[in-house]
């Protein structure tokens, strides 16, 4: 068994945000606050913890099953040399069973184990009408505006039902299954208490029709216009036709897009729309990351469900993660399944000061591995892996 997670952090800034020095981790009543709390090193250390408590429990000089623990310092920056790393170190890499730590619970009172993640690809759309900024009076009306038609590129992404108007963008989206959904559906939400936390201040939830928010940030893909620029942005008034206008852009992919499809499918959009008189640019960040899912009802899955059943004492539902990390990459480079456990919460403040992790929760997760690595032990188990 391969135990992922990642050591590497974002940077802390705002600093002035930070109650404590964030590289000084606190104890705060039952919570340990840092950077990197949660996002990862809280969840590498509970599965160092879990061997440790796997071993007590049984009673054994090592653990039932062979664990490699392999954590890498790239996640945050995308992961750039993870592929040719297990391409370089196959042999000591390989395994039966990847088991990811980068995951979080639905909420506290409401444990889950995750399914998958999004993909994703992040570039720029760039439209150039000159190489300088115009005064409007001498011809504004006269020459095109680049900005003007930037945004109505923007405005043609989505239509009425916020469906993205890529063509073909749907044609590989593998859709939920009817337990997913059950699953999804019986988890609690609360809109406003949602927004609270997850919505930046956001006023009401908005997105895909027919699907439900869970839905929407779990199962459905994403686009969206992360920033624009161009012309004069500064106080006061400057009368111009800018040169340039910019577009940020990312999408978030599931099962079973392609992030190169992706590309190739935005710069036909981008071709359509581009006026007479226009140069469009388009670049990418990357290669960009592809999704990844297991279905819940693969033995390896029903396994981290009743650990961690055992471990929390309730029922514990299937989820999925609307953010993105290189499981698809462990998946496709070892050619094995991969499974999520872990104990954070989403309102951990990752990312951000004051990040923190909840001990009890770090706690029940180790114990939940623990059972995990005799369960897995079981022949029976190990057969069905092995199919």
Request: net charge negative; with cysteine; charged share 25%.
């Amino acid at each position: 068994m391969l135990v992922y997670g990642h050591h590497d952090v974002q940077p802390v800034d705002p600093v002035e945000r930070w109650e404590h020095p964030p590289f000084e981790p606190v104890i705060s009543g039952d919570e340990i606050r840092g950077r990197g709390a949660s996002d990862d090193k809280g969840q590498v250390a509970m599965h160092l913890l879990a061997v440790k408590a796997h071993l007590a429990a049984t009673g054994q000089n090592a653990p039932s099953v062979t664990l490699k623990l392999f954590v890498e310092g790239e996640e945050e920056s995308g992961s750039p040399h993870l592929r040719k790393l297990l391409e370089d170190h196959h042999d000591e890499l390989g395994c039966d069973l990847v088991v990811f730590t980068d995951t979080a619970l639905h909420e506290r009172e409401a444990p889950t184990v995750n399914t998958g993640q999004r993909g994703v690809l992040g570039g720029e759309i760039t439209f150039f009408g000159g190489t300088d900024d115009v005064h409007s009076g001498r011809a504004g009306g006269a020459i095109p505006n680049p900005a003007t038609a930037l945004a109505k590129l923007v405005a043609a992404l989505h239509d009425d039902d916020n469906r993205i108007q890529l063509e073909g963008f749907y044609d590989d989206v593998r859709e939920p299954t009817a337990r997913e959904r059950e699953d999804y559906a019986a988890l609690p939400f609360d809109e406003r208490k949602w927004l609270a936390h997850n919505g930046g201040g956001a006023q009401a939830t908005h997105g895909e029709t027919g699907y439900s928010t869970f839905e929407r940030i779990w199962v459905r893909p994403t686009a969206e216009i992360n920033g624009i620029s161009g012309g004069y942005t500064g106080p006061g008034l400057k009368t111009i036709v800018p040169a340039s206008a910019t577009a940020k852009i990312s999408f978030r992919l599931v099962p079973d897009q392609r992030p190169d499809r992706i590309r190739d499918q935005l710069e036909r959009f981008v071709a359509r729309h581009t006026p007479n008189g226009i140069r469009a640019v388009v670049t990418f960040r990357g290669e960009g990351v592809p999704p990844y899912a297991i279905s819940p009802d693969d033995p390896a899955n029903e396994a981290v469900k009743d650990a961690m059943e055992l471990a929390f004492d309730q029922p514990v539902r299937f989820a999925r993660a609307g953010g993105s990390g290189p499981a698809a990459v462990l998946r496709e480079r070892l050619g094995v399944p991969l499974v999520y456990l872990g104990a954070t919460l989403p309102d951990d403040r990752v990312h951000a000061p004051n990040e923190r992790v909840v001990v009890p929760l770090l706690l029940k997760g180790a114990e939940a591995a623990a059972h995990l690595w005799r369960m897995l032990a079981k022949a029976e188990i190990a057969k069905r892996l092995s199919r």
